[in-house]
C-alpha cells in the first residue's frame, strides 16, 4: 500500500532497497518552500509504506511538528526509524515544542530506533553532541542514539 502523498515512482526504488537491505530516508517535516503543500511530509505515508516489513525506514527530521503521529507510526512498525537530524537537540526538551514524545519515548520503547545526526556543516556536530548529552536522556539511551541506532541499521561495526 502506497500512502496518498507518496508518489508511486518511488515504490520500486522502495523495492530495491528493501532487496539490497538499503535504508531509505523519508523527509517528515514541514517544508520551508511555499509551493509544497504542508501534508506533502506528513508522516502518515510512512505508515503506508513501511507495510513492507523488510524495508528499513528512516523518518528524517523526526515528523515535526507531527512528532506524536511519528512515534506512533514506528510503534507500529519495527521497521521505522526516528531520526531528529538537522534539528537543534537543544529545543526537544522545551515544553509545547512538540519533540516531548520523542524524548519520552527514544528514552524508552523506542529507544533503539533513533539515530543522531548533525546535518554538518548547517549544524556544526561538537554543538550538536553538547545539546544531545543536556537532555534528559538515561545514558544507555543517549549511546543508543548516539552511535548504536545508526551502526546496527547500516550494518556498522560489531553492533550490527
Known amino acids: 500500500m502506497i500512502g496518498p502523498n507518496f508518489d ?3 515504490y520500486p526504488i522502495c523495492s530495491k532497497c528493501a532487496d539490497l537491505g538499503v535504508p531509505v530516508n523519508i523527509h517528515t517535516s514541514t517544508s520551508l518552500l511555499a509551493d509544497v503543500r504542508m501534508d506533502c511530509d506528513h508522516p502518515s505515508d510512512v505508515d ?3 507495510a513492507n516489513p523488510d524495508l528499513n525506514i528512516v523518518a528524517y527530521h523526526g515528523g515535526w ?5 511519528m512515534v506512533g507510526i514506528a510503534l507500529r512498525h519495527p ?4 531520526s531528529p537530524a538537522g534539528v537543534r537537540s537543544r529545543h526537544f526538551a522545551k515544553p509545547d515544542s512538540g519533540w516531548q514524545p520523542l524524548v519520552q519515548y527514544g528514552d524508552t ?3 533503539d530506533r ?4 548533525s546535518k554538518w556543516p548547517m549544524l556544526p556536530i561538537k554543538r550538536s553532541m553538547r545539546e544531545i548529552e543536556e537532555l534528559p536522556l538515561r545514558p544507555e539511551s543517549r549511546a543508543a542514539w548516539m552511535g548504536d541506532n545508526a551502526a546496527r541499521l547500516f550494518g556498522l561495526g560489531g553492533n550490527a
Open 8 to 10: 508511486r515512482r518511488y
Open 114 to 117: 533513533v539515530p543522531w545526526g
Open 79 to 82: 521497521n521505522v526509524y526516528i
Open 65 to 69: 511538528p507531527w512528532v506524536l503521529e
Open 109 to 111: 520503547i523506542l529507544r
Open 48 to 50: 503506508h509504506v513501511a
